[in-house]
């Protein structure tokens, strides 16, 4: 199977190359599209994106005419992948691409339908962030259990692993951070094998470039009871 590797990229000139190389060099054994959307960065990403494009064959990048949001730019990725698996890739360096094998070899072997990555199941290091986020990610993670019936412990987690055919059974209409409930719930209604595997993360602050805020926090408890009481 091809496999398409999505990633919203937003101002992220110190990370976007190195990420790349992380991707290239962890999944060899695959055969891999690397798809990428640009929100109308204005940090000098843009010329990092055309110069990696220009210089690699599995490489491919959109550019969206104003900023969007990362749902947004995920909806528009899974539209344009060309790959039978889609797997979420941020553009920083909080999550490493390595972690992606063990979910992607679920669905390959017929296990899983679709994988949801896990900070909290322990398979690697997790930075000591903080408290405050855990609290919030505890809550949208519970509610959304709730109203699914599923046993996850981290849906705000970017890394979801899922078939293209099952994407394109659902109609995504978030375009921020409220894209990762609205997807959990969305893919729990198509009643997959949904599996959680644990993987490492190196989280950044709000001084190190980290985007979501309260504000995203509130949308996401939002998307939860309207994705899940209605379609």
């Known amino acids: 199977m091809y496999i398409s590797i999505v990633i919203p990229c937003f101002n992220e000139f110190k990370t976007i190359k190195e990420i790349i190389y992380k991707i290239n060099s962890?999944?060899?054994?695959?055969?891999?599209?690397?798809?990428?959307?640009?929100?109308?960065?204005?940090?000098g990403s843009i010329d990092i994106l055309n110069e990696i494009a220009s210089e690699n064959k599995n490489i491919r990048v959109l550019?969206?005419?104003?900023?969007?949001?990362?749902?947004a730019s995920l909806r528009r990725g899974f539209k344009e992948a060309r790959g039978d698996i889609i797997c979420i890739q941020d553009a920083d360096l909080e999550y490493d691409p390595s972690d992606l094998?063990?979910?992607?070899?679920?669905?390959?072997?017929?296990?899983?339908?679709?994988?949801?990555?896990?900070?909290?199941?322990?398979?690697?290091?997790v930075r000591a962030n903080l408290f405050i986020n855990r609290v919030a990610n505890f809550i949208i993670t519970t509610l959304t259990n709730i109203f699914t019936n599923l046993s996850l412990t981290d849906i705000e987690c970017c890394y979801k692993v899922f078939k293209k055919n099952d994407i394109q059974k659902i109609n995504l209409k978030e375009n921020r951070f409220g894209i990762e409930p609205e997807l959990t719930i969305k893919l729990a209604k198509l009643n997959l094998k949904i599996f959680e595997v644990?993987?490492?993360?190196?989280g950044r602050t709000k001084d190190e470039g980290k985007k979501i805020g309260f504000i995203d926090g509130?949308?996401?408890?939002?998307?939860?009871?309207?994705?899940?009481?209605?379609?």
């Open 26 to 43: 962890s999944l060899k054994k695959y055969q891999f599209e690397i798809l990428i959307i640009d929100d109308y960065s204005s940090d």
């Open 63 to 71: 550019f969206n005419s104003k900023n969007l949001g990362k749902g």
């Open 101 to 125: 094998t063990k979910m992607i070899d679920l669905i390959l072997d017929g296990t899983a339908d679709a994988v949801i990555g896990s900070r909290f199941r322990g398979n690697g290091p």
């Open 198 to 202: 644990g993987i490492s993360y190196y």
């Open 218 to 231: 509130l949308r996401a408890i939002y998307c939860i009871f309207k994705y899940s009481l209605f379609k």
